[in-house]
């Protein structure tokens, strides 16, 4: 027999995206429950963690958590011939410790009177109510409000009728400790479609960590992802071999890049992070966006609750935003159509001239971020 439970809003889901949206709600004094089926938050890793100088300046992240500055990038064809290098005036990119940084905003959640329910799993809603399957057996909780923050395959946006994201790259990456390297903290850049189909190899190596990783379309891996980063790691540029030592971390996981869902609300909840497909179409880069999407999402679910006005909700509106990603999307369609080496050789001929480089400058060092949603007045 299930027990009951209530809540003024349920959060499914406790990476960075749910964790900020149940923060902010609780410190607006709203009673918020935060369900994850993981029993720890440092474990099951499934992002590569860089934070770009945007979100670094507009959120105040544990310093501790964060790896020194990167200021180099370096972009390698296939076979990794003539590189091209670029440098920042700038702190562009830190790389997250993720495991403790997902602890200290639980802790912060926690504080602020976030009720925590880990090793908890979402089993879907029946008659109004979500149901969550614990430790303690199952319970049906019924919330006001249910924040979808579940990843980018999303079960919240199934059971609230909102968009899923159906365009989705594979991820996979390798993590071990290094030291102390000659050369400045690099994120190296590889673009070769036997390797990354529609995306990327990288090497992050910031002195502390070295993240070797790769990601592209799971029906363009003929023998699967995980064999090309192997193939990958044996020979990635950028790694310092008899340097890295200690355990590797191996993470995985799919990456939405369809952009921004257009419906990500509905009078009974909304969507956050991953879920929402608040994702860069180009870059994969998703922690700006989870963050700023979520501080609009604590916006709009906290003038709902005061004013008990559900349909105040539609305010949390992915249609218009997404109309700032045409750019990118556009881009994301011409990345994902290179696929051979040979295409990949010759687009990355454009990167040497002084126009590609520029337009590689603004892409990897530019202001732009994620764009701040504009409430409704009412909510500002």
């Known amino acids: 027999m299930s027990r009951t439970a209530s809540a003024d809003v349920l959060v499914v889901g406790a990476g960075l995206a749910g964790l900020h949206t149940a923060t902010l709600l609780a410190r607006r004094g709203h009673d918020v429950l935060l369900a994850d089926r993981r029993r720890r938050l440092d474990g099951a890793i499934r992002t590569t963690g860089i934070f770009v100088r945007k979100t670094l300046d507009d959120f105040a992240l544990p310093p501790e958590c964060l790896g020194p500055p990167i200021r180099r990038v370096v972009l390698y064809p296939p076979g990794l011939r003539r590189p091209v290098t670029l440098d920042s005036d700038r702190d562009e990119y830190r ?101 990354a189909p529609g995306y990327l190899a990288w090497v992050v190596d910031d002195g502390r960590h070295a993240h070797v990783g790769v990601a592209g379309y799971a029906s363009r891996y003929p023998d699967g992802m995980r064999a090309a980063l192997r193939r990958f790691a044996a020979s990635a540029p950028g790694l310092r071999g008899a340097a890295r030592s200690g355990e590797v971390e191996r993470r995985g996981g799919p990456i939405p890049v369809g952009g921004l869902l257009r419906r990500i609300s509905c009078p009974d909840g909304l969507l956050v992070g991953d879920a929402a497909g608040a994702v860069s179409p180009l870059t994969a880069g998703g922690l700006d966006p989870c963050l700023r999407l979520s501080r609009h999402a604590a916006d709009v679910l906290d003038d709902a609750l005061r004013t008990s006005r559900p349909e105040g909700l539609r305010h949390h509106d992915g249609a218009a935003l997404r109309r700032q990603f045409r750019g990118r999307l556009l881009l994301r369609g011409g990345l994902a159509q290179v696929r051979t080496p040979a295409m990949a050789t010759a687009a990355f001929a454009l990167l040497r001239t002084p126009p590609g480089r520029a337009a590689a400058r603004r892409v990897l060092f530019g202001d732009r971020s994620f764009p701040d949603p504009h409430p409704d007045p009412a909510v500002a």
């Open 95 to 195: 790389v997250g410790d993720m495991g403790p940084l997902y602890l200290a905003a639980a802790r912060e959640a926690a504080d602020a009177g976030v009720r925590l329910a880990l090793g908890t799993r979402y089993a879907g809603r029946a008659g109004g109510a979500s149901l969550l399957t614990g430790p303690d057996g199952a319970t049906r909780v019924r919330a006001r409000f249910v924040v979808g923050a579940d990843g980018a395959r999303s079960a919240v946006a199934r059971d609230l009728g909102l968009d899923r994201n159906t365009a989705l790259l594979v991820g996979a990456e390798e993590v071990s400790a290094v030291g102390p390297g000659e050369g400045p903290p690099t994120f190296h850049c590889v673009l070769d479609p036997s390797l």
